[in-house]
């Protein structure tokens, strides 16, 4: 069982900054990937934000590929993600991923608000 814990989440204005990040805990064996989701509201689906392999390979969502980066301490079992130049469209809450084997796990979430 993997637990993560998420950190970071507030409230920042239009064209501020954040850094999240997560911490997974409970593996004794490296985690396959780990990555940001978000679940706009009206969606029945949460949607890939961005994401990170064990062997460092990332993807990004369009709407955030040059303002987003992902980046994991594979040492400390943490991924953070460094968000520049937010947007309103940016709001919502951030869950952290990670993959072992073939199981996903989810953190419970932090919010992002980006307001003036």
């Known amino acids: 069982q993997v637990e993560l814990v998420e950190s970071g989440g507030g409230l920042v204005q239009p064209g501020g900054s954040l850094s999240l990040v997560c911490r997974a805990s409970?593996?004794?064996?490296?985690?396959?990937?780990m990555g940001w989701y978000r679940q706009p509201p009206g969606r029945d689906h949460r949607e890939m934000v961005a994401?990170?392999?064990?062997?460092?390979?990332?993807f990004y969502a369009d709407s955030v590929k040059g303002r987003f980066t992902i980046s994991t301490d594979s040492g400390e079992n943490t991924v953070s993600l460094q968000m520049n130049s937010l947007t309103p469209e940016d709001t919502d809450v951030y869950y952290c991923?990670?993959?072992?084997?073939?199981?996903?796990?989810w953190g419970p979430g932090t919010q992002v608000t980006v307001s003036s």
């Open positions: 409970g593996s004794n064996f490296p985690l396959n990937a």
């Open positions: 994401h990170i392999t064990r062997e460092g390979r990332t």
């Open positions: 991923y990670a993959r072992l084997g073939a199981t996903d796990f």
